[in-house]
């Protein structure tokens, strides 16, 4: 694991190097180490995830200070949603640095979201632990910046199925359907397709690992192209 690569990467450079390797730890990598001593990611993603939420509740509040309670709680939580913090790690690179099992990684562990999202929590975690609240309120600001600006533009989603839902007038929503229109290879690694139509009109399609991706995948077509309903 290259430490101080990684520190340019992010703009933070520890003095407790350990912090930074417990951090990019992932749980896997335990069960192979011989090291009993060696500790995962999850307290220090646990510790971050609350200053991730803190960090961003004012950062909005600076940017919407007009918007009610009700809309900053909204734009939060798709801020911080595992979509955008593995966005974020992707950009950061965080999956190369990642210490995980040889299984977990041939599975590509390195790249699932879940893993990506937690290991941005830790780091920050591992942040305040070694520099305080500044040093993890200067990293996530700089590092959710994006999505924070997405959020304040209205094109930070989390959820393009409810989303689209929210676009349909409530007398109209019956007239979405998703059909799965075909499914391909082995039982342990199908890839679903599915079309999605609005009184018989087509308006997205998707694919997918499971039938729930490839409808929000769809969803997520339909709500990019700017379809508008009316009764």
Do not use: W
């Not at 930074?20 to 011989?34: I, P, V, Y």
């Not at 999505?147 to 989303?163: R, S, W």
């Not at 997205?204 to 995948?217: C, W, Y």
Request: with cysteine; charged share 30%; net charge negative.
């Amino acid at each position: 694991m290259n430490i101080s690569e990684f520190e340019k990467a992010i703009g933070y450079t520890f003095k407790n190097k350990e912090l930074l390797q417990r951090a990019l730890t992932h749980s896997s990598f335990l069960n192979q180490a011989k090291d009993r001593h060696l500790r995962n990611n999850e307290r220090l993603e646990f510790l971050g995830d609350a200053f991730l939420d803190a960090i961003v509740a004012v950062r909005l509040c600076e940017v919407m200070p007009d918007a009610p309670e009700g809309v900053l709680t909204k734009e939060r939580a798709k801020v911080v949603c595992e979509k955008s913090l593995a966005e974020v790690g992707s950009d950061l690179g965080i999956g190369r640095y990642l210490r995980m099992s040889t299984g977990e990684a041939s599975c590509g562990g390195r790249e699932k979201p879940a893993i990506v999202a937690d290991a941005v929590e830790a780091v920050i975690g591992a942040i305040f632990m070694d520099g305080g609240y500044a040093a993890a309120e200067d990293f996530v600001r700089t590092a959710m910046e994006s999505q924070v600006k997405k959020a304040v533009e209205g094109k930070l989603i989390n959820d393009y199925k409810t989303e689209l839902q929210e676009r349909v007038p409530p007398k109209c929503q019956l007239k979405l359907k998703y059909s799965v229109v075909g499914e391909e290879g082995p039982d342990h690694a199908k890839t679903f397709h599915v079309e999605l139509t609005y009184d018989g009109r087509l308006i997205g399609r998707g694919s997918g690992k499971s039938k729930k991706e490839a409808e929000m995948n769809a969803a997520r077509m339909a709500v990019e192209s700017g379809e508008s309903f009316v009764l």
